[in-house]
């Protein structure tokens, strides 16, 4: 199976203002993404996870171009992203889209559900005046809402859906590939589940490929192929699903599963809890980014003056981290 986005060694660096009214010496850049890889091939899904702040809802809106990068490399199809002129950039966006995290604010308030769906169908040229009734009925059908909602504003909708519509607006271009950034976390519990098989059955039945940002790792089980861990701007572990839920090789990813609310209270689990906050991107720490909170029995000097390579630690499974071998 070819790959169909590949990025490699991605950055974005936010350049700082001067300390006072645009004199003295700059700060430092804001790190958001410090040289990110991966792909993804067609059909398939990664689930790239982290806390607020590691940089992941940054690396997907670089990937799309709503953000320019400070340096490297994105390939979609063959095509090179960044090296893209206005005009095939466009042509290029209906096949890559994006659903928002935040099912309100992304959706005009002064434009009804109907007339949200008609305008990217207008401006790709989609459908002829007498085809727009037909094709946002049918949008609206496959994300499970009924015709009538055309007629209602955002503010008339619940929270699922009003994201329902926007994963509608997504699927109006026929694109091949979608950024969900974190299209979920702002709905109960009761309604992401709803969403998510929505779209798991939208991936089947379209051939989707996604990449499914969040923070949360019970909710990326359920949707992943494979996961990458960010922290600080970085990958620090990329497996398949299956090997991360199995035996996770980096402490941060342990840390995170173990904060994954497990439904049998006769289950007996062990919570690591890390201390501190994430450090600032614009400050990041000597060494390994995640040593000032690592919990791993086996810190010691090197991880403070030596970042460990993102490495093989076993088949398709990658870590960054000294110990990896070496379980808690």
């Not at 490699?8 to 004199?23: Q, S, T």
């Not at 095509?79 to 005009?87: E, H, S, T, V």
């Not at 950034?181 to 969403?195: H, K, T, Y």
Request: charged share 20%; net charge positive.
């Amino acid at each position: 199976m070819s790959a169909l986005l590949e990025v490699r060694d991605l950055v974005k660096h936010y350049a700082a203002e001067r300390r006072w009214f645009g004199l003295g010496r700059p700060r430092a850049p804001l790190r958001a993404v410090d040289g990110v890889s991966f792909s993804i091939d067609a059909g398939r899904t990664l689930g790239l996870v982290g806390e607020s702040g590691s940089g992941k809802t940054t690396v997907g809106r670089t990937i799309l171009r709503l953000q320019e990068p400070t340096a490297g490399r994105v390939m979609f199809a063959g095509a090179d992203i960044f090296a893209l002129k206005p005009g095939p950039l466009r042509a290029l966006r209906r096949r890559m889209q994006v659903v928002f995290q935040d099912p309100y604010s992304s959706l005009n308030p002064r434009m009804t559900v109907g007339q949200a769906l008609r305008e990217p169908l207008e401006i790709h040229g989609l459908a002829t005046s007498a085809q727009f009734a037909g094709r946002i009925a049918g949008l609206l059908e496959e994300v499970g809402l009924d015709p009538a909602f055309a007629s209602r504003y955002p503010h008339e909708l619940s929270g699922g859906q009003r994201q329902r519509v926007g994963i509608a607006r997504a699927l109006s271009v026929e694109p091949q590939f979608i950024v969900c950034d974190e299209p979920v976390s702002a709905l109960d519990v009761s309604v992401q589940a709803q969403v998510l098989n929505l779209l798991a059955d939208l991936q089947a039945r379209r051939r989707l490929t996604y990449l499914f940002i969040a923070h949360d790792l019970a909710v990326v089980r359920h949707i992943a192929d494979a996961v990458a861990v960010m922290y600080l701007g970085r990958i620090v572990e990329r497996a398949p699903a299956a090997s991360i839920y199995a035996l996770p090789r980096h402490p941060y990813s342990r840390a995170l599963l173990s904060a994954v609310p497990e439904p049998d209270p006769r289950a007996a689990k062990q919570r690591i809890v890390l201390s501190g906050d994430m450090p600032s991107p614009a400050h990041p720490p000597s060494g390994c980014p995640f040593h000032p909170r690592c919990p791993h029995p086996m810190k010691n000097e090197r991880c403070v003056t030596e970042a460990p390579p993102l490495r093989t630690v076993a088949p398709d499974h990658l870590a960054a981290c000294h110990y990896a071998e070496h379980p808690m």
